[in-house]
């Protein structure tokens, strides 16, 4: 993985990739004239201030001052690092990211051992749970104990699921041939180094579970002991490559199923989601061994509309969802949905869909409990009775309520919240209990960003605003058109000047391809404001109006110049050179003018 992404593949990246598509997937646009508009998915509105170009393959937030290319959205809305958002639409593409080598003064030959010694973590994992794979076929203890789980052999292919015998270095054996890569299994959780210094494997004896992420690439696994022996359940630890809270058992597989998936259900154990599957119900995944967390909800949202948790019926499934609840209001925007499935006394989501049979297991999902009434019914189970714990009650709900974004979603609780404290259909006591609520909440509650300012164009800003919203009408100036204006020293014209090389070099570059050449530099800022900037008003006729920008900056140098000489001449004199550049500004003024 080491090695600089060449900015060549990161253009080709762009060129394939529509963001209007990429973003329709995850948030619905309806066209706007020659734009596409959505309500913000960075804060709460209830008017579309969202724009995303297709011309420019950018998008943009007026109200927010959210922008971006397709890679800034990916990162942003997924939350993926930079390199991150390019895999993910490498992967899209069936691409495989190249890196420039970044010891180029290595001759090939230690190139390719330095390569050969490298050995990357996710190929590392993969090749892992390929061995895993092979000693389950190997071992009838294993492949006995998955049926008497009732598991297919179809699907514990489909899920890769393998086998770790019995031993203290199974992996460490197959793997670490040398120190790096030994080093390298122990940062990736495969392996433990005691304080003694011995090194030896984390799993052993135990039915493996690869996980996968996004891409389909192992980054970690889950070992079921075959017997009563504790954990019943082993995770990978926290490494480079796998995070416990933004990962979900499963979710690679549902996405392989479902272009689209209506709804996903969580579950809680590794089996239950292979049972489910096998049973035609292939949308259900698992959280590693932790609570569902915001970053867990978010990724779902991403998915589907509906999320369905299923918790145990017991005091701590339903502590699990009231936790699950609270960490889901503020992204319960509306078109989204959020539903809890309490199970009987004893059973799990495996052993009641082998009971009900997968009609009846889909009827109990259908009818699973809306999150509004499961707010209520908790809030009303833990209240006081009489007037006192109708106030708790009502201002425990508000305050749930108010973390809700705006919309029909927060209105119909507040309905709901009406209807259960018997306040009758006359929502005024509520709304009241509200505003006090929100004034006392308002001075904590900041936008988490500025709202976006009007843009003075000078003219220097407006040559760079055209450059930018039209790259092509610019890469088609000739020398002649810009040569006049590189020359004039004024603030803005190196960066003029740097973008009107790079558009000319590559005619066919859009507005997105430009700014992402300039990531991470100080001005990157400045010049996504000023690729978005609505003042511009710009006509049909790109090109010339750029020359018309350059002539006027030409002019105000000239006018600006002469007029300093001038103040300078009345106040001391001029040096000899300075009354030459005064005689020719004024003649190159006065033709400009005839």
């Known amino acids: 993985m080491s090695g600089r992404i060449p900015q060549s593949f990161i253009d080709d990246l762009l060129a394939r990739t529509d963001i209007v598509d990429l973003i329709d997937q995850r948030v619905k646009l309806k066209k706007a004239g020659k734009n596409y508009q959505a309500c913000c998915p960075f804060h709460n509105e209830k008017s579309p201030s969202f724009t995303v170009s297709h011309e420019k393959q950018f998008y943009h937030c007026f109200g927010c001052g959210a922008h971006g290319t397709v890679l800034g959205f990916l990162m942003e809305y997924d939350g993926l690092e930079f390199l991150d958002a390019i895999d993910e639409l490498a992967g899209m593409h069936g691409l495989t990211v190249p890196r420039e080598n970044a010891h180029s003064s290595q001759t090939p030959q230690q190139q390719a051992a330095a390569k050969a010694i490298r050995q990357d973590l996710y190929a590392q994992l993969n090749d892992i749970s390929r061995f895993y794979q092979t000693q389950l076929r190997q071992s009838q203890t294993a492949i006995q104990y998955l049926k008497n789980r009732g598991l297919s052999g179809e699907v514990v292919k489909s899920f890769n699921i393998g086998y770790v015998p019995e031993q203290w270095d199974a992996v460490k ?3 670490s041939g040398n120190n790096e890569a030994e080093g390298q299994l122990i940062e990736g959780g495969m392996l433990i180094k005691s304080e003694n210094g011995r090194v030896y494997d984390r799993f052993r004896d135990r039915i493996m579970f690869p996980i996968h992420d996004r891409r389909g690439r192992v980054i970690g696994f889950g070992g079921r002991v075959l017997g009563d022996g504790t954990p019943k359940y082993l995770n990978s630890p926290e490494t480079p490559v796998f995070h416990k809270g933004r990962e979900l058992y499963g979710l690679y597989e549902v996405r392989q199923a479902h272009r689209n998936p209506e709804r996903i259900l969580i579950v809680e154990g590794y089996m239950d989601v292979v049972a489910l599957a096998q049973f035609g119900i292939d949308y259900a995944v698992a959280s590693l061994g932790t609570a569902t967390t915001p970053e867990h909800l978010q990724l779902l949202f991403r998915t589907t509309r509906e999320v369905i948790c299923c918790y145990d019926g017991d005091r701590a499934g339903r502590e ?17 949905s959020l539903k809890f499935v309490f199970l009987p006394d004893g059973e799990d989501p495996d052993s009641l869909v082998r009971q009900l049979g997968a009609e009846d297991f889909g009827k109990l999902l259908d009818e699973a409990q809306n999150f509004g009434d499961f707010l209520f ?3 009303g189970q833990d209240a006081m009775a009489g007037d006192a714990g109708q106030h708790e009650l009502a201002n425990q709900a508000a305050e749930a309520i108010l973390k809700v974004p705006e919309g029909f979603s927060r209105e119909g609780l507040i309905t709901q919240l009406s209807r259960q404290l018997n306040w009758g259909e006359n929502e005024r006591r509520v709304r009241e209990l509200f505003s006090r609520l929100q004034q006392e909440t308002k001075p904590a509650s900041t936008p988490t960003r500025p709202k976006s300012k009007k843009i003075k164009l000078t003219p220097i800003r407006r040559a760079i605003a055209l450059v930018l919203q039209y790259p092509a009408a610019a890469a088609s100036l000739q020398t002649a058109d810009t040569e006049e204006v590189a ?3 004024l603030a803005g014209i190196d960066l003029l000047q740097m973008l009107l090389a790079q558009v000319q070099g590559q005619p066919l570059m859009t507005t997105a391809q430009l700014l992402e050449h300039w990531r991470g530099h100080s001005s990157a800022p400045a010049l996504a404001r000023l690729a978005m900037a609505d003042e511009l008003f710009a006509g049909d006729q790109i090109e010339q109006e750029l020359k018309d920008t350059f002539a006027v900056l030409i002019e105000d140098y000239f006018a600006t110049r002469i007029e300093a000489l ?17 005689m020719l500004l004024l003649s190159e003024s006065k033709a400009g003018r005839n």
């Open 320 to 336: 699990a969802a009231w936790r699950a609840l609270e960490n889901a209001l503020p992204l319960l925007q509306d078109g989204r």
């Open 173 to 175: 054996r197959q793997f």
């Open 377 to 379: 019914e908790r809030l």
């Open 566 to 582: 001038q103040q300078k001449s009345s106040q001391g004199g001029l040096t000899t050179a300075e009354k030459q550049e005064l």
């Open 487 to 489: 020359l004039l020293p």
